[in-house]
């Protein structure tokens, strides 16, 4: 057994690409599609609740992508592509390899481009999935300067960034976006900066920032946060009395807190 690589994934793609033009997407659909629930990946890190409108129901013990041969025909089989979704997490993508996607990327809804190496390439080619609800970039060593062409995705309302390098000046850049679920957990902030920019995203519904060296006048902006649904606030900084507080305004108001 070998395990799946990146060229690979691109010899797919393009067979992939002829196979949509002459066969249809349905051809590669092996369930009838009746909403997100089994369209878009899961990744093993996000806690309950958050995204459950768009994953529930999704196995996450799905088997590793291995193939046992080179064949191109069954290697599409393994990288459980529909129309709606495209798994490629940790497989050492730079971030090029995103042009050479073709019609494909135009098609899709849930992209996971988690634990790849998308820093030294950059985002640049993402401009081209115009379709994309769901966005997985965790654990890519991205910085500020790599977010922008997240801009063009216009149809964007989900975004995982946990485990990146970027400041609250790329947080800033990216509350232009109609973001709905963010996850920003595992990034130490700065808490001054933190509280003016994440307010700023008063669309949001689900929030994650758990590991993120948080105080308590972070929970005073949340409690601002009149769209919120769901948050995530566990393994921060904050004392006792302020904390039990905020989960009293919470209760009062509807709103699932993870700690």
Known sequence: MIYLNSRL????????????????????????????????????????????????????????????????????????????????VGQELAGSELGEMGPVSSTLYGLDLSDNNLSLGGLKDLSSFT????????????????????????????????????????????SQMNLHALDISSIHWDNKKFIYV????????????????????????????KNLEYINISRNQFTSSSFNNFLLHAKSRGLTVIY
């Open 131 to 174: 379709e994309l609800r769901f966005l997985n970039l965790a654990g890519n060593h991205l910085k500020d300067e790599h977010l922008s062409p997240l801009l063009s995705l216009t149809k964007l309302t989900q975004l995982i960034l946990t485990y990146n390098k970027i400041t609250t000046s790329g947080l800033f850049y990216l």
């Open 198 to 225: 994440i307010s700023l995203f008063s669309q949001l519904k689900n929030l994650n920032v758990s590991l993120c060296n948080l105080d308590d006048n972070c929970l005073d902006c949340f409690k601002k946060m």
């Open 9 to 88: 994934i691109i010899k797919a793609i393009k067979i992939l690409t002829l196979s949509f033009c002459f066969l249809g997407f349905s051809a590669f659909s092996s369930d009838k599609v009746m909403g997100w629930e089994k369209e878009i990946p899961v990744s093993g890190f996000l806690e309950r609740g958050f995204f459950e409108e768009y994953t529930s129901g999704f196995n996450q013990e799905d088997e590793p992508l291995y193939i046992k041969e080179r064949d191109p025909l069954e290697l599409i089989k393994k990288l459980r592509i529909t129309p709606f979704r495209f798994n490629l």
